[in-house]
């Protein structure tokens, strides 16, 4: 998880009400990544971006928003028209092409 | 698209025996695959990759895992299970249509009983 931190690592919230995630490194990576990990599912691909103020819409993008105003930082935030945003998101980053990416600690997030 | 899926959602093995975690794929072109490990509450490890080259990959903690192009394979191996491999362990693809994010499979839960 070296380089990435992702907080709070907990996140309550209720029904209606925006949340925002944080994803921040320090590994000088130009992509970032941001998924969501349900039971059974696998990891999700929700946004992306390979460079400072450029972002693309991943698989499940319906709900969320993202920024990526530096190239340290790459929030999403889970919208009150995420219909089930409750999930452990991980924000992963990546030198670019086809290499392995590096992934934070994961925030967990219950909207009840 | 880049797919790659793991056939079953449990493997169990004892401690000192070897194991192996099964990943088909399904990708037009050369494919870029990866074996991650996840603890729970944690974020994903790297363990290893294929991305051309040799098709037996070794990777972090003793892991292994070998390319067959013929059968669509990248299984995942161990020679002698530890008790503290005991994790859930991810298959992926990178999928170059979406910025090289990577596409997982289901995820596969080891047990290593001792």
């Known amino acids: 998880d070296g380089g990435i931190t992702q907080s709070p690592k907990y996140l309550f919230r209720k029904e209606g009400q925006n949340v925002t995630l944080s994803c921040e490194q320090n590994?000088?990576?130009?992509?970032m990544y941001w998924y969501r990990q349900d039971p059974g599912q696998g990891l999700r691909l929700i946004y992306y971006s390979q460079i400072v103020n450029d972002f693309q819409k991943g698989d499940i993008a319906e709900g969320y928003s993202v920024s990526r105003e530096k190239k340290e930082s790459f929030p999403l935030t889970v919208t009150s028209a995420q219909k089930n945003p409750t999930a452990f998101y991980l924000c992963?980053?990546?030198?670019?092409?086809?290499?392995?990416?590096?992934f934070g600690p994961g925030t967990r997030l219950t909207v009840t | 698209a880049q797919s790659v899926a793991q056939p079953e959602d449990q493997v169990n093995v004892a401690e000192g025996n070897p194991l192996t975690v099964k990943c088909t794929y399904s990708?037009?072109?050369?494919?870029?695959l990866f074996w991650y490990v996840q603890y729970p509450n944690r974020g994903l490890q790297f363990l290893l990759k294929?991305?051309?080259?040799?098709?037996l990959v070794k990777g972090s903690y003793g892991f292994e895992a070998e390319f067959n192009k013929s059968q669509t394979s990248f299984h995942l191996k161990k020679p002698s299970a530890l008790v503290s491999d005991s994790a859930l362990y991810f298959c992926a693809v990178r999928d170059i249509n979406s910025g090289y994010a990577l596409n997982f499979g289901k995820g596969t839960s080891l047990l290593v009983t001792p």
């Open positions: 992963a980053t990546a030198t670019g092409g086809p290499y392995e990416q590096y």
């Open positions: 990708v037009s072109g050369n494919p870029y």
């Open positions: 590994l000088n990576h130009d992509a």
């Open positions: 294929y991305i051309t080259g040799d098709n």
